[in-house]
C-alpha cells in the first residue's frame, strides 16, 4: 500500500502555495504525483438574479469580468505549480506515470469547486487542503466536506508549508468508524513513521478508550504504537487533540472526520469543524 496520486485543488489564491507544499511534501517519500487541479468557475453563474430585466450587454459586461478575474487566477495557479514543482525538485509532466521521482501536472476543468473537485479526488488517494478560515471560504468548505463524505477520499490540512511530514504521527483514537478508516487510509506514512502515539481524550465520567484492537491491527502492518489518554477538562476534544499533538512533538496527526456528520457539525459546532480552521500542524483526517 503506497501514495501514488495527490490532488491539490488550487484556488488562484496565496493559500495555494500551502496546498502546493503540502502536496510535494506528502508525495516526497512515495515517489508520488502531484496533480494540480484548477478549476474555472461557469461564467454564467456570475450573473446574479435581480428580479428585473437585464440588458444583454450588461449580461456580457458580468461575463466578460468573470472570465477576466478566473484567467488571472488560472495563471496565478499555475505559476505557484511552476514555483512549488522547483523547489520541490520535482518534474512537470503532460502524462503522469510511475517514476522514481515525484512528478505534477496541471490540468483545468469548469463547473463549480466542490463538485469538481470531489470528482477528480475520487481516483486519487489524497487530497491537500489549506485550513479553511476567514472570508470567502463557503466554496472551500463545501469541497472539504464534499471530498470526505462523497468521494471518500482522506485530506490532507496544513495551516503553512511544512517543514517535516510524517516523522513523528499521532493518531487521535476514539474508537469510531471514521478514526478506524483514517488509521487504514494513513498506512503509507504510519509505515514511514519513526515513532507512532495513539492519543485519545477522555470525556468525564468515561472510561478510556480501549486501545487493544488497533494496537492489534497496526501490528499486524508492522506497526509499534504508544499509547496516551489525555483529559478533555474544559477544552473542545479538537482543542485537546491539537495541543496532545503538540506536547507529543508530532508532525502528523490523523483522525476521523465528521463522526457525528457534517450538517450537525456545521450547525452546533463539532470537532472537525474546530479542526479544521484551528490546524497548527498536518492533519490527516478521513470520514
Known amino acids: 500500500m503506497t501514495i501514488g496520486r495527490i490532488l491539490a485543488p488550487l484556488k488562484g489564491t496565496p493559500q495555494d502555495d500551502v496546498v502546493l507544499a503540502t502536496a ?82 496541471f490540468r483545468r476543468a469548469q463547473g463549480l469547486f466542490f463538485r469538481a473537485a470531489a470528482q477528480a479526488a475520487e481516483l486519487c488517494d489524497l487530497v491537500a487542503f489549506a485550513t479553511i478560515a476567514g472570508p470567502d471560504t463557503v466554496e472551500l468548505s463545501e469541497g472539504f466536506v464534499e471530498i470526505l463524505t462523497r468521494s471518500g477520499r482522506p485530506i490532507l490540512l496544513a495551516a503553512e508549508a511544512p517543514a517535516a511530514l510524517g516523522r513523528k504521527i499521532v493518531v487521535g483514537w476514539d474508537g469510531g468508524p471514521s478514526a478506524a478508516r483514517a488509521v487504514s487510509q494513513a498506512l503509507p506514512f504510519l509505515k514511514e513513521a519513526q515513532s507512532v502515539e495513539i492519543l485519545s481524550v477522555q470525556r468525564a465520567p468515561m472510561h478510556a478508550e480501549n486501545f487493544a484492537d488497533l494496537h492489534e491491527y497496526l501490528g499486524l502492518h508492522g506497526i509499534a504504537a504508544s499509547e496516551q489518554t489525555i483529559e478533555q477538562g474544559a477544552r473542545q476534544v479538537g482543542e485537546a487533540l491539537l495541543d496532545g499533538a503538540a506536547r507529543a512533538g508530532a508532525d502528523l496527526l490523523v483522525m476521523g472526520a465528521y463522526g457525528r456528520g457534517p450538517l450537525r457539525e456545521s450547525v452546533f459546532g463539532g470537532t472537525t469543524v474546530h479542526i479544521r480552521s484551528h490546524a497548527s500542524l498536518p492533519i490527516l483526517l478521513a470520514h
Open 24 to 105: 510535494f511534501a506528502a508525495a516526497k517519500p512515495f515517489n508520488a504525483h502531484v496533480a494540480a487541479f484548477f478549476i474555472h468557475p461557469d461564467p454564467r453563474l456570475a450573473v446574479p438574479f435581480v428580479g428585473i430585466p437585464v440588458s444583454p450587454e450588461v449580461v456580457q459586461d458580468i461575463v466578460d469580468a468573470s472570465q477576466a478575474i478566473a484567467k488571472a487566477a488560472d495563471e496565478r495557479a499555475h505559476d505557484a505549480l511552476i514555483a512549488a514543482a522547483g523547489a520541490a525538485q520535482a518534474a512537470i509532466v503532460a502524462h503522469p506515470r510511475k517514476s522514481d521521482t515525484v512528478t505534477c501536472s
